[in-house]
């Protein structure tokens, strides 16, 4: 069970947390300069490290900020957690 | 090869069974390979034989990064299956299914098949529709998935005593599926090896690869292991949730995620459940071992992993969900667990493809591939022998996300 330390309620357990997909860039704003391919390209193709990871996670049952995730694959070990960026 | 007879067995034992040959050989690993097949697992080893067997295609090489039968062939819950939704899938699985059940015979090696059909707990009316609907579809392209009253269910589950009018979620209907089986999965690693060593396939164990390689005019040029660099014209990566790994290493960009899968192993008890049970509302499944074993498997760990251990939260709700509706198994202690990293695609099918490299096929996306493996095997062999997909799977091919084609399956344990 992964405790996630929430930056605004402390360390918590995996059960209060969503697991919402692995770091990606915001949707990108001139799609008219962006092609077909590599659209689908940044939609389907996630990030999928053996090792150390950024992912997203939503502290659902707290207080429900979006939560970016340092994490390694390999031992579920989590190195760092920051609210997501939200610009 | 030894043919495995009751004439062997007892040959054999005048010699108190010290005289069996190997049975595959061990080669020493060769610069030149006509096919590469990296992943000794079901999928890979299949994949070699029916190459052997069916293309005549000889010079084949199986590399494995562990031991056979020990990477996920082992590390999952033999559930054989063909109840799916999509018209793309039912047929592939009907076949594999199939295949399955003739398989002992063909490979002569005892795979302790056991058709046992399958039933499948209903107890949320979004789930009995859903149900209904896959019913229908699976009737047309000739699977099996009838509905049962809960009477039956409980006639045929003698120890299902939850789920009743007063619990959280009451059993509302059930569906059977008599296709459902299980078999042992050592045997099924050990016989394709067998199988295809005995073609000529060449298996090295204990052989990693670290990457790909490729040439200057950008076709695949064979792979780098841990034994030192092997050539060949055609590499086919059957390695379940590592896939992105070696692929990666060409620069091959796949959309596919790895999650870490989980189940559990009671201790050996007398046979009380001939069926396997399937909780999709719990989401929770299992069987029982020839052993007597209970095999129960639950939902993946959410976020991605390629650990191999299990999830403290997820047993607790797999075993929890399990309790729900077989308060008697309290009793029982649970002898074995494990997680196995399995690759995902958006749409939770499977991906049997060649590449943007050519020479370069893959076959990944398994999300509960054991059951896969003959047809998975069949049809990937196919495609590397021809550079055309076969016919079971033609749809499974990577082009389909570049249209967005999605053939969505929702399962049992599939987050989609």
């Known amino acids: 069970m992964l405790i996630i330390d929430c930056p605004f309620c402390g360390p918590r357990d995996e059960r209060e947390f969503e697991y919402c997909g692995p770091y990606r860039e915001r949707r990108p704003d001139n799609m008219d300069n962006l092609s ?3 659209f689908i390209d940044y939609l389907l193709v996630p990030e999928n490290p053996e090792g150390v990871g950024q992912e997203f996670w939503w502290h659902k049952r707290g207080c429900g900020e979006w939560l970016l995730v340092v994490r390694d694959t390999r031992t579920h070990q989590i190195l760092s957690t920051v609210e997501a960026d939200a610009e | 090869m030894e043919k495995y007879s009751l004439y ?3 040959r054999n034992s005048f010699t108190q069974h010290r005289d069996w040959s190997p049975a ?8 030149n390979y006509d096919v590469i097949i990296i992943g000794g697992g079901g999928h ?3 994949t070699a034989y029916y190459l052997a067997k069916i293309h005549g295609v000889a010079n084949i090489t199986v590399l494995e990064r562990g031991w056979l039968g020990g990477g996920n062939v082992a590390r999952n819950t033999v559930t054989i299956r063909s109840n799916y939704l999509r018209q793309e899938s039912i047929p592939f699985f009907i076949k594999s299914v199939e295949m399955y059940e003739g398989l002992s015979k063909e490979l002569n090696f005892n795979l302790m098949h056991s058709r046992r059909s399958m039933i499948d707990i209903i107890q949320t009316y979004p789930k009995l529709r859903e ?3 896959k019913m229908y579809v699976m009737d047309i ?3 099996t998935y009838k509905p049962i009253s809960v009477s039956e269910i409980r006639r045929r589950i003698p120890t299902l005593a939850g789920g009743g009018n007063d619990s959280r979620l009451p059993i509302i209907a059930g569906m059977v599926h008599p296709e459902g089986a299980v078999n042992r999965h050592d045997a099924v690693a050990w016989g394709y090896a067998r199988a295809a060593s005995s073609l000529g396939v060449e298996i090295h164990q204990n052989t990693k690869v670290n990457s790909l390689l490729r040439n200057d005019d950008g076709t695949i040029r064979g792979v780098s292991t841990v034994k030192g660099d092997v050539l060949a014209d055609r590499v086919a990566v059957a390695v379940s949730g590592h896939t992105t790994q070696l692929t990666d290493t060409v620069g091959l960009r796949l959309p596919l995620r790895s999650f870490n899968l989980s189940a559990f192993v009671s201790e050996p008890v007398k046979p009380m459940i001939d069926v396997v049970v399937n909780c999709p509302d719990l989401g929770v499944y299992l069987s029982q071992t020839a052993k007597g074993e209970l095999v129960i498997g639950g939902a993946p760990d959410p976020g991605q992993s390629f650990r191999r251990g299990t999830n403290q939260l997820v047993f607790e709700r797999t ?9 008697s198994f ?5 002898l074995r667990q494990w997680g196995g990293t399995v690759d995902i695609a958006p749409d939770a099918s499977p991906i049997i493809s060649e590449t943007e490299i050519p020479g370069l096929y893959i076959t990944a996306g398994w999300w509960g591939g054991y059951k896969a493996i003959p047809a998975g095997g069949l049809t990937f062999a196919n495609l590397i022998a021809t550079n055309t997909p076969h016919q079971l799977t033609k749809s499974f091919t990577l082009d389909r996300f570049e249209t967005l084609d999605y053939i969505l399956e929702p399962g049992t344990t599939t987050r989609v």
Request: proline share 3%; charged share 30%; no cysteine.
């Open chain 2, 330 to 334: 309290k009793k029982l202690k649970l």
């Open chain 2, 24 to 31: 595959w050989i061990t080669h020493d690993l060769k610069k």
């Open chain 2, 319 to 327: 075993v929890g969900a399990m309790l729900e509706l077989f308060p």
């Open chain 1, 36 to 38: 077909e391919s590599d």
């Open chain 2, 141 to 143: 392209f000739g699977a």
């Open chain 2, 8 to 10: 062997s067995l007892v």
């Open chain 2, 44 to 46: 890979g080893l299949a």
């Open chain 2, 131 to 133: 149900i209904k609907r």
